[in-house]
């Protein structure tokens, strides 16, 4: 392949290497497809040729790199090439007969219920399923509760709605007894909406069916609003959480300008990765100093934050502190069983450290500044945020990734997760999402745009 740079070199790729996923027709004695697209025969929408995606289309992961003097791309892993997702012309399941389950599990994140619906309407209008259902709370419903059944009737509004309609739970993870209730009800084809630890226990649902040799396909939809999964763009909610996470931060300045010495301290989510705390600091511009998990921080001394807010109380006699949740943890101390505490899914719980900072910068006050006013108003938005319903670029990305989940679906793929990678939606392993995790690149252009806004410190001890 050759292509022409801006000054009219040619350079050359070096081979693509395709992540390839796993289809039903691998494991399955009997691996019939069950004939052609059903939208082909829609009497109103006729597809055209560039509606349907060919098997050998796809989406490349890595789109900025840097040209060697003779013209290649240095590293083979700018050249991961993944399936590109759409319908296909031929489709494997047989709508009329098929029988589709959705779950929700982990933590809410606004969305997905409109993930939910598309899914619901998605697969009723585009492909004529009629017998889809939801698993109630989690994990744990596919063995202890019956499932409902799902129409475009009972889902129509679901995209207002913040939460999600099945509910969702932690724990109660049992492979035999989740992928006998899938045998038992007959579901052929599963869509799981998770987070991180969900789409582990998604891989392990997709390895026991495939170990059983059933004709059931498996999708995985990532919830995370943290945007904490590798390979994909972002997920959904996260614009979401940005935007809501806009009014916390501006009531934080409005209380910080208007006292003396006056701190605004918001504690955002992001228990491993710093990205709504960036992205809400860069679009906000009324933070002086944003704190995340991927750097650490430390408050005493040459290069403090003491230090530095007491420079910026002393220039504007407020400041506006922004913290993720999964910054600091090492920093505070810890009762024993504090150190043992973990959720129903065995998950480390995070102390506050919003809570934790607010203290601190009152005792530093109070024992540097005695005589002077100062005062610190602590925002934490977590649960405000999470349940508000998408907004509308979250709604459109969860309308986008559920069809596309579907399409994948039919068209017998399986043990994949749909997300778009440099804006192109594609599948990818739920193996490879898994392994991959997406934090703040610290040592990248994009963490040092942040310190330049903020002119905050490295925090790099001396
Ligand atoms: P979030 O952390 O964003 O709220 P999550 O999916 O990571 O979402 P968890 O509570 O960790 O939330 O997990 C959700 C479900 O996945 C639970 O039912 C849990 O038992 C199950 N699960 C978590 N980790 C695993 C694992 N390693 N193997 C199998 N199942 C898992
Ligand atoms: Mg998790």
Request: contains cysteine; negative net charge; proline residues 5%.
């Amino acid at each position: 392949l050759n292509v022409h740079s801006d000054d009219h070199h040619a350079f050359s790729f070096s081979p693509v290497t395709l992540q390839k996923l796993p289809h039903l027709s691998e494991y399955l004695e009997d691996p019939q497809y069950a004939g052609p697209n059903p939208l082909d025969s829609n009497p109103f929408f006729h597809p055209s040729d560039g509606f349907y995606m060919n098997s050998s289309d796809v989406v490349l992961r890595h789109i900025v790199s840097r040209l060697s003097p003779s013209g290649t791309l240095d590293s083979p892993s700018h050249h991961l090439a993944y399936i590109r997702a759409g319908p296909r012309k031929n489709i494997f399941f047989d709508p009329t007969a098929t029988r589709a389950a959705i779950v929700t599990c982990g933590g809410l994140c606004p969305g997905m219920n409109t993930v939910l619906r598309e899914l619901v309407v998605g697969l009723w209008d585009l492909y004529g399923v009629r017998q889809i259902y939801g698993i109630k709370a989690g994990y744990r419903g596919f063995y202890s509760t019956p499932p409902v059944e799902l129409s475009p009737k009972m889902v129509h509004n679901w995209h207002m709605r913040g939460g999600t309609v099945l509910g969702t739970s932690r724990g109660g993870f049992d492979l035999t007894k989740i992928v006998d209730g899938i045998q038992n009800h007959g579901f052929d084809q599963v869509y799981i909406i998770g987070g991180d630890g969900t789409m582990r226990g998604a891989i392990k649902i997709f390895e026991e069916i495939r170990r059983r040799k059933l004709r059931v396909g498996v999708t995985g939809i990532p919830k995370t609003v943290d945007n904490d999964v590798g390979i994909i763009d972002r997920s959904f909610g996260f614009q979401t959480a940005v935007e809501m996470a806009q009014q916390a931060i501006h009531a934080a300045h409005v209380e910080a300008e208007s006292a003396v010495n006056g701190i605004g301290l918001v504690k955002l989510m992001g228990r491993n990765t710093g990205h709504i705390t960036l992205h809400a600091t860069l679009s906000s511009r009324d933070v002086d100093c944003c704190l995340i998990p991927e750097t650490g921080f430390y408050l005493e001394g040459k290069g403090g934050l003491f230090e530095f807010l007491e420079q910026r109380l002393k220039e504007r006699g407020h400041a506006v502190v922004v913290i993720a949740e999964g910054a600091g943890q090492d920093l505070i101390p810890r009762t024993k069983s504090q150190e043992e505490e973990r959720d129903d899914s065995g998950n480390r719980v995070f102390l506050d450290v919003g809570a934790w900072l607010k203290s601190e910068l009152k005792k530093w006050w109070d024992r540097d500044h005695p005589q002077e006013l100062f005062t610190v108003k602590y925002i934490d938005p977590t649960y405000m945020i999470r349940a508000v319903a998408a907004n509308a670029t979250d709604n459109l990305y969860c309308t986008l990734v559920a069809h596309s989940a579907i399409h994948g679906v039919m068209a017998g793929y399986t043990g994949f997760v749909t997300g778009p990678i440099n804006g192109n939606h594609a599948y990818i392993p739920l193996i490879d999402v898994a392994q991959t995790k997406n934090e703040v690149n610290v040592k990248d252009h994009k963490w040092e745009w942040v310190r330049s806004v903020t002119n905050q410190p490295d925090f790099l001890k001396p």
